[in-house]
């Protein structure tokens, strides 16, 4: 009997065993009740590329992992020999350098495509919103006090004057003067300045306003484009770190890529793919 007791709690120790979830492999921790492929892959990312679990509260700091989760696994899991203060921080130095050595390694993945500040500048420049283009329309707006004010007035006048000196119609003879057409004739021009528009030219008002304008649109237009820009580069790494494990799944990850690639192609004038080496 007491053989028996002893054998019963040999074959159950390996059951009882918790998880170390700092050196779990992936299928291991999907043995834990509520963590799927996503969540794991997302604890083994947090380890080595945040610094290794201290405690297992610490998984509060995985994203999407709620106190509910964390309640029902709790008793299933442990942290492993990083107790003490000397060796954690050699862990986690060590950690961080693995981890900054990997960051590296997959951001130098896409050194091949332009960076934000160019994309942003092209940006701009196809939506015709640029600093100098505001600086020529104030500088019009004040050189257009230099500009005289034109006016030019005419007049044409016509006489006509018909003289007759009638001696005897009887006999059908005349004298006297014919037909005579005198063109009268002239123009007027005048120029006026008004030096009161070189300190201030109303159209400066109507200047500023559209300046405030496209200020508004710009950044607008930059906010997108960041936006856009470090979305797509977010979904790039996701694609290296955490490939989808479904045809599906991975179709669908490089057409979103893909999409975003396009606009911001239309946004820029196609420069964005032209300068992916």
Known sequence: MRFLFIL?????LPLMAKVNINTASK????????IGAAKAQKIINFREFEHPFNTVDDLLKVSGFSEKLLEKIKDEVEVGNISSSSSTK???RKSRNTNGDK????????DNEPKIEKVQKEALKYAHI???RFDSWIAR????????????????RKSNKDDYDQDDLSIGSFSGQGV???NQSYIEAKAEFDLRELVFHPDELRVNKEILTSVKDRKKLLEYVTKLYFDRRKNQVN???SPPRSSKGLLNAKMKIMQQTSILDALTNGYFSKNIK
Do not use: C, H
């Open 8 to 12: 019963l709690i040999v074959l159950t």
């Open 239 to 241: 694609l290296v770190l």
């Open 90 to 92: 050699t862990v986690k």
């Open 27 to 34: 299928s291991e921790l999907t043995k834990l009740p509520g």
């Open 130 to 132: 640029n600093n100098a």
């Open 180 to 182: 005579t057409v005198q």
């Open 141 to 156: 707006a004040k050189n257009q006090a230099w500009l005289p004010k034109i006016y030019v007035k005419g007049q044409v």
């Open 103 to 110: 960051i590296d390694s997959i951001m130098r993945k896409f």
